[in-house]
């Protein structure tokens, strides 16, 4: 939609040959309308001429309203025509040569890898050869590659478009479960009795035997909770900054054309179902409509080298199957795309020649309606629109949304009394947009600079936490120009999501974080401050003890910081926390003492990594094992946390091989390290009771009866891991963010 213009509901037709005026188109004074751009096209995508404003019909909010005019904006100056188009020009309403268009190239690489794409991309760059010299051109690659603000230079776009690459992150999961799974079990498994959902039980059987074990089926329902919820953060981030390019683009006047390239995004389409991203893909429709574009769609359908993957072989595999994941990942986009006035074309690994085709011819040409809007229309909020034509067997192409200016709100692009045959001078710049940053989040945001400890206050107290967080999401950017400062403030707000009581809080927090998690990654290799990020997000959760949460998260991040110590051991307490809860049996122990082992390779966590694992082995009978990881002791100057607990678990070690003498001494050098600890002190006394010393256990029951209810033990935090230092771990990532 462009502004409030003035239209004349009877322009002249005029001959467009080069011998003749231009045409005038004359205008009312005192009328003023909506712009309302849509293309009308026939089967083969080629736009109809000789429209007039009584072929059209316009609702706006399912009220009609009167179309006034309709004029052929033509994309190419009025001397490329040839003689029958010139003929169907002249034989109605005039034909106006368009200003240059603005046609953007987005790519959407998390959704794709490397080989999917090698051949559309090639397509894309032919695409960009053909557009005329006179189109502007643009390209964003995200959430991470290149980007351009749009420029005439076609060549320095197509090579910036030559170095884009796939990036699809594919999470590490136990089960084999397709797309269209994940959205139909994370609905069956919603209901009030998931057991007797016929689909659910098939996918039990075929992933853990028949009969299932209780176990197992539980690690099932977890992990389709958290594929649901990582591909949910996915789909998020990535409308999250298809809305940002919207917005930025708004500022250029005029129709822009905007052509995304993705291998879908995975959203429910059934009811209770995740991944659930119908709201923020509605407000993306709408800034769509606010900024003037036209969406096309290139979807990339890799279904069928996907039936080649290690998932895919293993699960449920037959052309149904295909057909339905191939809806699940198309169907959002197809939506999208139709409600931002363009369209989606289905393209296979190895074409798109066709898609690229059609695209061009489409956007050829557009109609722009002159609609008299009514005046509860002018609020200068965004309104569902519908375009019509009476016109046989065609196609029409337009926006779902509009936006009507407020009446005081004047012309947003003047009209002049003459439209040239030769391309106009482009008007300058429109002022930016307003950013929209709901009162609540700006209020938490100015705190969250100015006090920490009142903004974390302040953040324990919300009432509907659940709300700020959703509004947080579809806001824009209280720093526009800090994005490292929002992404300390989404981990903070979707923490405290998680820590809620509140279900609908912890759902959002948990959409916050996958969310966020997509958005600090950093084009091919990490910076200091996305592992730090991640760092203080998997130490959060450990903290949580929400180990299946955090296994969505802890493997990638390790994969992008492999040289982070500390991440090497959250990923092998996060594992030991699984095993705690039952969550995975015997068959993961050894892969649980593989990631201590990791962890023992760096000199920041080998202490603290040999320590744990020896308390673990300890617990599934490898006693002499143990033992051998805790010589030798740490050094005097280790950190006195790692030494106590290293002295306490030998004495618990060296108890349970009968060693009673030399687990004496170990509790006694705990104590020395840590004075007052319960847990070395209780151990000590325990001991000395089973044999006999009376006195010297009397002596110790009666020092932790009596010690002051303050009094730290540093095995209260053991299961927590480096959430016993959270605050000093996000002091530090805020540190980074300024």
Same mark, same amino acid.
């Given at each position: 939609?462009l502004?409030i213009?003035?239209?004349?509901?009877e322009?002249p037709?005029?001959s467009?040959s080069g011998?003749?005026?231009?045409?005038?188109?004359t205008f009312?004074?005192?009328?003023?309308?909506?712009a309302?751009?849509?293309?009308?096209?026939?089967?083969?995508?080629?736009?109809?001429?000789g429209?007039?404003?009584?072929?059209f019909?316009?609702?706006?909010?399912?009220?009609?309203?009167?179309?006034?005019?309709?004029?052929?904006?033509?994309s190419?100056s009025v001397t490329?025509?040839?003689?029958?188009?010139?003929?169907?020009?002249t034989?109605g309403?005039?034909?106006?040569?368009?200003?240059p268009?603005?046609?953007?190239?987005?790519?959407?690489?998390l959704?794709?890898d490397s080989?999917?794409s090698?051949?559309v991309i090639a397509?894309?760059?032919?695409f960009?050869d053909r557009?005329?010299?006179t189109d502007?051109?643009g390209l964003?690659?995200y &959430? %991470?590659?290149?980007?351009?603000?749009?420029?005439?230079?076609?060549?320095?776009v197509?090579?910036a478009?030559?170095?884009?690459?796939g990036?699809?992150?594919?999470?590490?999961?136990?089960?084999?479960?397709?797309?269209s799974?994940?959205?139909?079990l994370?609905?069956?498994?919603?209901?009030a009795?998931?057991?007797?959902?016929s689909?659910?039980e098939?996918?039990?059987?075929?992933?853990?035997?028949n009969?299932?074990?209780?176990v197992?089926?539980?690690?099932?329902?977890?992990e389709?909770t958290?594929a649901?919820l990582?591909?949910e953060?996915?789909g998020?981030?990535?409308?999250g900054?298809?809305?940002?390019?919207l917005?930025?683009?708004?500022v250029?006047?005029?129709r822009?054309?905007?052509v995304?390239?993705?291998?879908?995004?995975?959203?429910?389409?059934?009811?209770g179902?995740r991944?659930?991203?119908?709201?923020?893909?509605?407000?993306?429709g709408?800034?769509a409509a606010?900024?003037?574009t036209?969406?096309?769609?290139?979807?990339?359908d890799t279904?069928?080298?996907?039936?080649?993957?290690?998932?895919?072989r293993?699960?449920?595999?037959?052309?149904?199957s295909?057909?339905?994941?191939?809806?699940v990942?198309?169907r959002?986009?197809?939506?999208f795309?139709?409600?931002a006035?363009?369209?989606?074309?289905?393209v296979q690994?190895?074409?798109?020649?066709y898609?690229?085709?059609r695209v061009l011819?489409?956007?050829s040409?557009y109609?722009?309606?002159?609609?008299?809007?009514a005046?509860?229309?002018?609020?200068?909020?965004?309104h569902?629109i519908?375009?019509?034509?009476?016109?046989?067997?065609?196609?029409?192409?337009?926006?779902?949304w509009?936006?009507?200016?407020?009446?005081?709100?004047?012309p947003?692009?003047?009209?002049?009394?003459?439209t040239s045959?030769?391309?106009?001078r482009a008007?300058?710049?429109?002022?930016?947009p307003?950013?929209?940053?709901?009162?609540?989040?700006?209020?938490?945001?100015?705190?969250?600079?100015?006090?920490?400890?009142?903004?974390?206050q302040?953040?324990?107290?919300t009432?509907?936490l659940?709300s700020?967080i959703?509004?947080?999401r579809a806001s824009?950017?209280?720093?526009?120009?800090?994005?490292r400062?929002a992404?300390?403030?989404?981990?903070e707000?979707?923490?405290?999501?998680?820590?809620?009581?509140n279900?609908?809080a912890?759902?959002?927090g948990?959409?916050?974080l996958?969310?966020?998690?997509?958005?600090?990654?950093?084009?091919?290799a990490?910076?200091?401050?996305?592992?730090?990020?991640l760092?203080?997000?998997?130490?959060?959760?450990?903290g949580?003890?929400?180990?299946d949460?955090?296994?969505?998260?802890?493997?990638r991040?390790?994969?992008?910081c492999p040289?982070?110590?500390r991440?090497h051991?959250a990923y092998?307490?996060v594992?030991?926390?699984?095993?705690?809860?039952?969550?995975?049996?015997a068959?993961?122990?050894a892969?649980?003492l593989?990631? %201590?082992e990791?962890?023992?390779?760096?000199?920041?966590?080998?202490a603290?990594?040999r320590?744990?694992a020896?308390?673990f082995l300890s617990?599934t009978g490898?006693?002499d094992?143990?033992?051998?990881?805790?010589?030798?002791?740490?050094?005097?100057?280790?950190?006195?946390y790692?030494?106590?607990?290293?002295a306490?678990?030998?004495?618990?070690?060296?108890?349970?091989r009968?060693?009673?003498?030399?687990?004496?001494?170990?509790y006694?050098?705990?104590?020395?390290?840590? &004075?007052?600890?319960?847990s070395?002190r209780v151990g000590l006394?325990t001991?000395?009771?089973?044999?006999?010393?009376?006195?010297?256990?009397?002596s110790?029951?009666?020092?932790?009866e009596t010690a002051?209810t303050?009094?730290?033990?540093?095995?209260?935090?053991?299961?927590?891991?480096?959430?016993?230092?959270y605050?000093?771990?996000?002091a530090k990532l805020r540190?980074?963010?300024?």
């Open positions: 939609m502004g213009v003035a239209f004349s509901a322009a037709a005029q467009q011998a003749q005026k231009p045409p005038t188109t009312r004074s005192g009328l003023d309308l909506i309302v751009d849509v293309q009308v096209i026939d089967r083969e995508g080629t736009p109809v001429a429209l007039g404003p009584e072929k019909e316009v609702t706006i909010n399912g009220r009609r309203r009167r179309v006034v005019s309709a004029n052929l904006v033509e190419r490329t025509l040839t003689a029958a188009e010139r003929a169907a020009a034989s309403p005039p034909v106006i040569p368009n200003l268009r603005v046609v953007f190239m987005a790519i959407d690489c959704s794709f080989s999917a090698r051949h397509s894309a760059r032919d960009i557009l005329p010299a502007e051109v964003f690659a &959430p %991470y590659g290149p980007k351009m603000s749009p420029t005439m230079d076609h060549a320095a197509s090579r478009l030559s170095t884009v690459l990036q699809r992150d594919v999470p590490s999961n136990q089960f084999h479960l397709r797309p799974e994940i959205v139909d994370s609905a069956a498994a919603s209901a009795q998931p057991r007797d959902a689909l659910l098939s996918v039990v059987r075929r992933e853990c035997g009969p299932p074990e209780d197992c089926r539980q690690r099932l329902m977890l389709i958290g649901a990582y591909y953060g996915q998020n981030a990535g409308l900054m298809l809305r940002s390019l917005e930025q683009i708004s250029i006047n005029g822009k054309t905007l995304l390239i993705s291998a879908g995004m995975m959203a429910s389409d059934v009811p179902g991944p659930d991203i119908s709201e923020l893909g509605m407000q993306v709408k800034e606010r900024s003037n036209s969406i096309y769609t290139l979807y990339l279904a069928a080298i996907d039936r080649f993957s290690a998932d895919v293993s699960g449920d595999k037959n052309l149904q295909e057909a339905r994941d191939s809806d990942l198309g959002w986009l197809d939506q795309s139709g409600a006035g363009g369209a989606l074309f289905k690994v190895g074409s798109g020649e898609a690229f085709d011819k489409e956007i040409a109609y722009l309606l002159g609609v008299e809007p005046e509860d229309d002018r609020d200068g909020r965004t569902e519908k375009v019509k034509t009476t016109q046989k067997n065609v196609t029409i192409r337009g926006r779902r509009v936006t009507v200016p407020k009446r005081d709100a004047g947003t692009e003047a009209a002049s009394e003459g045959a030769e391309p106009a008007p300058a710049p429109a002022a930016p307003k950013r929209m940053v709901p009162a609540n989040v700006q209020a938490l945001a100015d705190l969250f600079d100015r006090d920490v400890v009142a903004f974390q302040q953040l324990a107290s009432q509907d659940a700020l959703r509004d947080f824009d950017n209280p720093w526009p120009n800090a994005t400062r992404s300390v403030f989404a981990l707000l979707s923490i405290a999501g998680l820590r809620s009581n279900g609908y912890h759902d959002e948990g959409r916050l996958a969310e966020y998690s997509v958005r600090v990654r950093q084009p091919e990490s910076d200091a401050f996305e592992c730090a990020w760092w203080t997000e998997v130490a959060a959760l450990e949580l003890f929400m180990a949460n955090a296994m969505l998260f802890v493997p991040a390790v994969e992008r040289a982070n110590g991440l051991l092998a307490i594992s030991e926390q699984q095993w705690l809860r039952g969550t995975v049996g068959e993961a122990e892969q649980i593989q990631r %201590y990791e962890a023992f390779k760096f000199s920041d966590t080998a603290e990594a320590m744990r020896a308390w617990r490898k006693l094992q143990a033992v051998a990881l805790l010589e030798p002791a740490p050094a005097r100057d280790a950190d006195p790692v030494v106590y607990l290293t306490l678990v030998r004495g618990q070690v060296l108890r349970a009968g060693q009673l003498d030399e687990a004496a001494s170990a006694r050098a705990a104590l020395a390290t840590w &004075p007052g600890a319960q070395a006394m001991l000395q009771l089973s044999r006999g010393e009376r006195q010297e256990a009397a110790l029951a009666e020092a932790a002051p303050d009094q730290f033990d540093p095995w209260w935090t053991y299961w927590l891991g480096d959430y016993r230092v605050p000093s771990i996000v540190e980074m963010a300024q």
